[in-house]
């Protein structure tokens, strides 16, 4: 029986991993359009649109049952085929995370056990995790349920921002499976870089919970409530924002109603959370560059300092991102820049917090086998 070639398996794996995670960019982007563009309600049933597999070219085709259960019923094609083309993307994601989970299956089930030498059979399975797709395939099911109830809840906007936080969850571990299968081993001279772990880990919080706020303003509208810089009225002491803005009117959670969109919280906390958006946006950009910074500087690995280089100019183009999207008053293609620019700050932290892992690792790995001797 013919021999299968180990670098032949793994180059495949590799390749429908790294294909998954473009996949996923793709549909974080086109779900950050969906909502920009008002299309989240395009179609307000689920799997389908209407009754159909595609959106109705006319609103002729819509039967009256289902005209009548929307309420203020207007149908609007463009919209229905933005919503349900996310919705195409984001299915072929589901299947291909289900097949990265059956392949990982398959390998760490012997199934090629027969075709592959003993040791080649173990070597195959050092290098395919199985955890990862198993949480992956668990996640992107999850994340259709979200999907399900962001339109049958009426976009809902805990519902909307989980919904968001999942894509990006998705894309990260992703990111961390494509990392974990091509590494390779790492050095620095100086070995001083791989006790900042805790820093990066810190860094990776601080981030997460502004993309959270991030969605948590998506979610209810809030961007045009605050449309001046760098304030909402301009400088520190115009305007009367410091009247209005409370921490505690921006975890309120909606009242329930009949549909949130374009929103249902009052001005007074839309500008509240867009405002807490903006400060915790300089704690962030501080916080991670001052960990990207002090990465560079102290490390000899060039795989590290590219990474943390890479790091500090996603941060900074990120933030002037931010500050042209409320000069230009928020257009769709600036805002859709700043979600998947995001995405890709988050990705690049990833990254550069896995390798950081990775030396404390090899050093831990080194210290053991030194006393062994």
């Not at 991993?17 to 086109?30: N, T």
């Not at 305007?239 to 549909?259: M, Y």
Request: hydrophobic share 50%; with cysteine.
């Amino acid at each position: 029986m013919p021999t299968i070639s180990i670098n032949a398996i793994n180059n495949k794996y590799k390749n429908l991993v790294l294909m998954s995670a473009l996949l996923a960019v793709v549909v974080v982007g086109l779900g950050a359009y969906t909502r920009l563009s008002d299309a989240g309600l395009g179609c307000p049933d689920w799997p389908g649109c209407y009754g159909f597999l595609t959106a109705p070219s006319h609103i002729s085709e819509i039967p009256s049952s289902h005209q009548s259960s929307v309420s203020n019923f207007i149908y609007e094609a463009a919209k229905a085929w933005k919503e349900m083309i996310h919705r195409y993307f984001a299915g072929s994601l589901g299947l291909m995370l289900l097949a990265v989970f059956a392949f990982s299956l398959m390998i760490n089930k012997n199934l090629l056990q027969e075709e592959l030498p003993q040791h080649n059979a173990s070597a195959i399975k050092s290098r395919i995790p199985i955890k990862l797709p198993t949480i992956l395939l668990l996640l992107v099911i999850f994340q259709a349920v979200l999907g399900m109830l962001t339109v049958t809840m009426q976009l809902q906007p805990l519902i909307v921002m989980g919904h968001l936080l999942g894509g990006f969850s998705i894309l990260s571990l992703l990111g961390l499976l494509y990392l974990r299968l091509t590494k390779k081993p790492l050095y620095d001279n100086e070995k001083t870089t791989s006790g900042y772990i805790s820093w990066c880990f810190v860094a990776l919080t601080v981030l997460i919970m502004q993309i959270a706020l991030g969605g948590w303003l998506a979610a209810n509208y809030a961007a045009p409530f605050c449309n001046s810089l760098p304030l909402c009225s301009g400088g520190w002491n115009e305007g009367n924002w410091q009247q209005t803005f409370s921490i505690s009117e921006v975890f309120q959670l909606p009242a329930p109603a009949s549909n949130y969109e374009f929103g249902v919280l009052s001005s007074e906390a839309r500008m509240s959370i867009h405002l807490l958006h903006r400060f915790w946006a300089i704690v962030t950009a501080t916080v991670v560059l001052c960990v990207a910074a002090r990465i560079y500087f102290k490390s000899q690995n060039d795989t590290i300092k590219n990474s943390a280089l890479l790091v500090a100019f996603a941060v900074l183009f990120q933030v002037s991102l931010g500050a042209i999207l409320v000069y230009w008053h928020f257009p769709i293609s600036i805002a859709l820049a700043h979600n998947l620019m995001a995405a890709m700050l988050l990705l690049s932290l990833i990254r550069l917090t896995y390798f950081i892992n990775q030396l404390r690792v090899q050093d831990k790995t080194r210290l053991n086998t030194s006393g062994d001797k």
